[in-house]
């Protein structure tokens, strides 16, 4: 399977039609350490075309899948897309999960006047510069980190928190959102007692977690990344007991601690904020964690989600259109209020940024289970 990814190549779903298919591209990180990354969006928008196809695709017709390796490299990523728009002649492209090759390849797509929907790179900065204003043929589907903090800080503000402490990695991805935290606290009228960043230089981190106890902050909101486990080891030596929110790996955080700490019910207090979870006892939302388990022998992650409901927006959007035409699809994609499995619409605003609900989950019983959406 691996193999099959490693180029940027052609992807068609086979279909018994005569019809000149319609091209959708995907520029995705097919190679490299985070192939896999990739692949699971690949495999969310097979998934799409798989439900699509046989029931006489889009316009009574097939829709073939195009894909670009972008290699999370500016070069390869612009190559790539380029190559999708010129030579492949695809009519809408989703991508590029490498947030600098986003960023590089908008310019591109004004341009050529293809539509992008951006379905995984999370940034506000994408939001702030499409729609109105900036690169309107650009549309951002998912939360950026600006929703998902005021979600958070919402439901916080909701359960009578009154203080924070934010600890996070100091790369790039959890500082946006430390500072979007921030801000949203805030905005919230939630106290920040502290801010620690995490970096290759931290080694003590139950030293990290006394000067934030010193704040006595109600909860502490954490968006550690690679510092996950060592975080959570921390957390149960210290025996502090406040609640820790954010956005936790909860799968990480959970494999960190002794079984007798995960079993005495020292982390039901615990809450994370995510956009979609597997888990969350919706039946659509199980259904396709069925699907998809069915055809990949996977959970389904994020990404794959993500892009699952992308393609079937972009097929809407030409249904709706009655054209592949590039600039029928932007301009059907600016009205579209094509529901999400998550619930809401994926209704743009000004910017053409959808705004799907976000999901609170916690551990119970040793699991985690959603219990509150926003």
């Not at 350490?33 to 690949?42: I, L, N, V």
């Not at 293809?114 to 506000?124: E, F, K, N, R, Y």
């Not at 903090?149 to 790039?172: F, P």
């Amino acid at each position: 399977m691996r193999a099959a990814v490693l180029f940027a190549g052609l992807m068609t779903a086979t279909v018994a039609q005569a019809a000149e298919p319609i091209r959708i591209g995907l520029t995705s990180v097919l190679s490299g350490p985070t192939y896999d990354r990739g692949q699971s969006e690949q495999y969310g928008a097979q998934l799409a075309v798989n439900k699509i196809n046989p029931s006489g695709g889009v316009l009574g017709r097939p829709r073939e899948l195009y894909y670009a390796d972008n290699a999370c490299k500016l070069d390869i990523g612009l190559a790539g897309t380029r190559r999708l728009i010129e030579q492949e002649h695809v009519s809408v492209l989703i991508g590029a999960l490498c947030t600098p090759v986003t960023r590089a390849i908008m310019p591109v797509i004004a341009e050529a006047k293809v539509p992008l929907v951006i379905a995984t790179s999370a940034g506000q900065d994408f939001v702030d510069a499409s729609g109105v204003g900036g690169n309107d043929y650009a549309f951002k589907t998912i939360p950026s980190e600006v929703d998902i903090a005021q979600s958070l800080m919402r439901w916080l503000k909701s359960q009578n928190v009154n203080s924070v402490a934010i600890v996070a990695a100091a790369d790039t991805f959890p500082q946006a959102n430390a500072l979007a935290m921030a801000k949203a606290a805030q905005d919230a009228g939630i106290r920040i007692t502290r801010q620690e960043a995490l970096d290759k230089t931290t080694t003590d981190f139950g030293a990290v977690l006394e000067k934030v106890k010193a704040g006595a902050p109600d909860q502490v909101v954490t968006v550690l990344g690679p510092y996950t486990a060592a975080f959570f080891k921390a957390y149960e030596a210290s025996g502090w007991k406040v609640p820790l929110t954010g956005r936790i790996d909860f799968a990480q955080a959970l494999a960190a601690v002794s079984p007798q700490f995960r079993e005495s019910d020292a982390l039901s207090d615990m809450t994370g904020v995510t956009v979609f979870t597997p888990v969350q006892q919706i039946p659509v939302i199980q259904d396709f964690v069925a699907n998809y388990r069915a055809h990949y022998g996977l959970v389904p992650t994020q990404r794959s989600f993500f892009i699952y409901e992308a393609t079937l927006l972009i097929a809407d959007a030409i249904n709706r259109a009655g054209s592949d035409q590039p600039a029928a699809i932007q301009q059907a994609l600016k009205t579209t209020t094509m529901p999400s499995l998550l619930g809401s619409t994926y209704a743009p605003d000004d910017h053409n940024h959808a705004h799907t609900p976000l999901q609170i989950s916690a551990i119970r019983g040793g699991k985690p289970v959603v219990i509150a959406t926003e």
